[in-house]
């Protein structure tokens, strides 16, 4: 008798085990379990033989009977668990303070960049590109660049194959500017430049400048002094003194080298700074676009963008714009 029994359990089980698949509601889940724990389950029905067998099977049948009731009380828990999971409603609680989401910011060699652009833009200048690119003719020969100059150096400047160098500075944009057009030309070109220079905390091998063009019938040094102390008043702020010193470019005569007097607030010791360098056009330069020289003037001037931010935000080491540190970027 005890084996028939025993195969019987063996059979509910195996029932069971199909009857609770695919249970997806609580109500198949409570028929489940009435079929197979209620007091008229075939399980509970088992338990009448406990008191009819003889006295050395009832721990078997005992043990059997309460491994399989307990399986199945197991299963329906289960069940019962990953129903409520599935059906769960998300709580928001909306008295919790919100997630900060991180936003990202403009450099800040891009957001000086702009408010070059902004006052420059405003006096009717155009933007133009240019290329990092660039070939001997652009970047030096039309530029009055002799060939002894040191900065055609292989020390100083990086050549790639097939005649093509990162450009040194922005002016090359100049000559590019002015083949593709007739005076007059207001410009302004932006970008990136390339020197062969050790990385230390005032030189990088990459940094931007913002090179300025105009060229016109009566342009003099005087409106490029005007333009270019106006210039600084707007990004240093509108006391800002400034200084035109005698220097030298190929491609300007005369030429200057601006500074701009920082001073202490506090001790009011200061002094002055360059923040770029400018000219009236080089007839050489005008001879080498095929502009007559004689009928048109200009002046050209440009500026290293990481200097004017290290001199506004007072920044003393230039690699700190290009190391991406998220503690220095978020400041601005
Ligand atoms: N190209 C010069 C430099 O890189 C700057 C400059 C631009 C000077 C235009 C005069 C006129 O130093």
Not at 23 to 38: A, M, P, S, W
Not at 309 to 316: F, V, W
Request: hydrophobic share 40%; aromatic share 10%; proline share 5%.
């Amino acid at each position: 008798m005890l084996s028939k029994i025993l195969n019987d359990l063996d059979e509910i089980q195996a029932k069971f085990e199909t009857d609770s698949r695919d249970i997806d509601d609580n109500k198949l889940l409570e028929n489940l379990r009435v079929k197979y724990l209620g007091r008229k389950s075939a399980l509970t029905d088992m338990f009448k033989y406990m008191g009819q067998l003889p006295n050395d099977q009832k721990p078997i049948l005992g043990q059997k009977l309460n491994v399989l009731k307990n399986l199945i009380q197991d299963r329906l828990d289960h069940i019962k668990q990953d129903l409520k999971v599935k059906t769960q409603k998300i709580e928001i609680d909306l008295s919790l303070p919100g997630q900060d989401v991180f936003r990202g910011k403009i450099h800040p060699i891009m957001q000086i960049l702009d408010e070059i652009k902004e006052f420059f833009v405003g006096l009717g200048f155009t933007i133009e590109i240019g290329r990092e690119a660039e070939n001997d003719f652009y970047n030096f020969e039309a530029l009055n660049i002799p060939p002894d100059h040191p900065s055609r150096d292989m020390q100083d400047t990086f050549y790639l194959h097939n005649e093509l160098l990162l450009r040194t500075h922005t002016s090359p944009v100049q000559i590019r500017t002015m083949e593709k057009q007739q005076p007059p030309i207001r410009m302004l070109a932006p970008g990136r430049c390339f020197r062969k220079d050790t990385p230390d905390a005032t030189h990088s091998p990459m940094f931007h400048q913002v090179e300025g063009l105009v060229v016109d019938k009566n342009t003099s040094f005087a409106e490029l002094k005007g333009i270019l102390l106006a210039f600084a008043r707007f990004m240093f702020g509108s006391e800002t003194k400034i200084r035109f010193r005698p220097s030298f470019f190929p491609f300007t005569e005369p030429s200057a080298e601006v500074d701009i007097w920082w001073e202490n607030k506090n001790t009011g010791a200061g002094n002055w700074l360059e923040i770029l360098g400018c000219g009236m056009v080089d007839p050489a330069v005008f001879d080498a676009v095929n502009y007559d020289s004689e009928l048109y003037s200009g002046y050209a001037f440009g500026m290293g963008i990481e200097r004017i931010a290290m001199l506004k935000y007072q920044i003393a080491d230039i690699r700190v714009f290009y190391n991406n540190d998220i503690r220095f970027l978020t400041q601005f």
